[in-house]
């Protein structure tokens, strides 16, 4: 009799746990959002860089720093005048490199600048360029490129007789358009208040 008794307990139990396992089989499975870590963005404050001859000056975040660049892929700068601006925050750095016309041919420089974007056409979605015009007599394109890119942010400035400057914003992390979106809105801003407020000197 006890042993019956038994036998229809975990038979019960058998029941149950088979009739749970179906049901959650076939309840609606919702996947989670992937999540990101919340970043603290800094406020916007900007500084001056205007240095003794330089050819340019321009404003900056004060939470970056403006890095002297002396080597290009392991070879010498063409000239002293290329930098880096680093966002230690983000892990974000600006390359800026500067060409002189009188040294190289205009036509040239503007083929490189669209060659170098064009590069990233087999992950990029889109590419929109928008023309640059400022008050400052400072002149040229932006390029924004969507999609798992290594740079979103490009551009290059130029008066169109002496002065070629080009720029671009990397991350020192894996391409990611959804993990470093936030990050890019956050910094373009302060890209376009670089050129916005970008002025040509005299050397």
Same mark, same amino acid.
């Given at each position: 009799?006890? %042993?019956?008794?038994?036998?229809?307990?975990?038979?019960?139990?058998?029941?149950?746990?088979?009739?749970?396992?179906?049901? !959650?089989?076939?309840? =609606?499975?919702?996947?989670?959002?992937?999540?990101?870590?919340?970043? !603290?963005?800094?406020?916007?404050?900007?500084? #001056?860089?205007?240095?003794? @001859?330089?050819?340019?000056?321009?404003?900056?975040? #004060?939470?970056?720093?403006?890095?002297?660049?002396? =080597?290009?892929? @392991? !070879? =010498?700068?063409?000239?002293?005048?290329?930098?880096?601006?680093?966002?230690?925050?983000?892990?974000?750095?600006?390359?800026?490199?500067?060409?002189?016309? @009188?040294?190289?041919?205009?036509?040239?420089?503007?083929?490189?600048?669209?060659?170098? $974007?064009?590069?990233? $056409?087999?992950? !990029?979605?889109?590419?929109?360029?928008?023309?640059?015009?400022?008050?400052?007599?400072?002149?040229?394109?932006?390029? %924004? #490129?969507?999609?798992? #890119?290594? $740079?979103?942010?490009?551009?290059?400035?130029?008066?169109?007789?002496?002065?070629?400057?080009?720029?671009?914003?990397?991350?020192?992390?894996?391409?990611?358009?959804?993990?470093?979106?936030?990050?890019?809105?956050?910094?373009?801003?302060?890209?376009?208040?670089?050129?916005?407020?970008?002025?040509?000197?005299?050397?």
């Amino acid at each position: 009799m006890l %042993l019956n008794w038994v036998k229809n307990i975990v038979a019960c139990g058998v029941i149950l746990i088979i009739a749970g396992m179906m049901y !959650a089989c076939n309840s =609606a499975y919702t996947p989670k959002p992937t999540g990101y870590f919340n970043i !603290a963005f800094p406020e916007k404050k900007y500084q #001056v860089f205007s240095q003794p @001859g330089y050819p340019y000056s321009f404003e900056y975040p #004060v939470y970056a720093t403006v890095v002297k660049d002396s =080597a290009f892929f @392991g !070879a =010498a700068t063409e000239n002293p005048w290329w930098i880096n601006i680093d966002f230690p925050q983000f892990n974000g750095r600006i390359y800026v490199s500067y060409k002189d016309i @009188g040294k190289n041919k205009f036509d040239t420089l503007i083929k490189h600048a669209f060659t170098l $974007t064009g590069k990233h $056409t087999s992950k !990029a979605y889109s590419i929109e360029d928008s023309l640059i015009n400022t008050p400052n007599n400072v002149h040229g394109m932006f390029f %924004l #490129v969507g999609g798992d #890119v290594a $740079t979103a942010n490009q551009f290059f400035l130029t008066d169109t007789t002496k002065h070629f400057l080009r720029g671009a914003l990397y991350f020192d992390a894996t391409p990611n358009e959804d993990s470093l979106g936030i990050v890019n809105k956050f910094l373009i801003e302060d890209v376009r208040h670089l050129i916005n407020t970008f002025k040509w000197q005299k050397k």
